[in-house]
């Protein structure tokens, strides 16, 4: 059984700081690429930072300079540091892992307040 299960999540204020995580079970972590996908209220989901097996990382435009992805293959998590947060940045958070198939996380809902 794979799990994703991301905890952090929360309500701040604009400007605030925000630490997601999400520990992964049920998959051989060092393989799989880790990513951090994002979806507010009608909205399409998107992909916010992603980072490779190989400690590759890849940021949306939108939080570029906000935002850091990690991985601790060692305790099998991924992490998504939100700094400077803005209300455009509200959303529900969605881990996911992938090598051959992807998993998805059931998400952990972000509100940042003006």
């Known amino acids: 059984q794979v799990q994703l299960v991301e905890s952090g999540g929360g309500l701040v204020q604009a400007g605030g700081s925000l630490r997601l995580s999400c520990a992964a079970s049920g998959i051989i972590f060092r393989d799989n690429n880790m990513g951090w996908y994002r979806q507010a209220p009608g909205k399409q989901r998107e992909l916010v930072a992603s980072?490779?097996?190989?400690?590759?990382?890849n940021y949306a435009d939108s939080v570029k300079g906000r935002f850091t992805i990690s991985r601790d293959n060692a305790k099998s998590t991924v992490y998504l540091q939100m700094n400077s947060l803005k209300p455009e940045d509200t959303a529900v958070y969605y881990c996911?892992?992938?090598?051959?198939?992807?998993?998805w996380g059931r998400g952990a809902q972000v509100t940042v307040s003006s």
């Open positions: 996911t892992a992938s090598s051959r198939l992807r998993y």
């Open positions: 980072i490779t097996s190989g400690g590759t990382t």
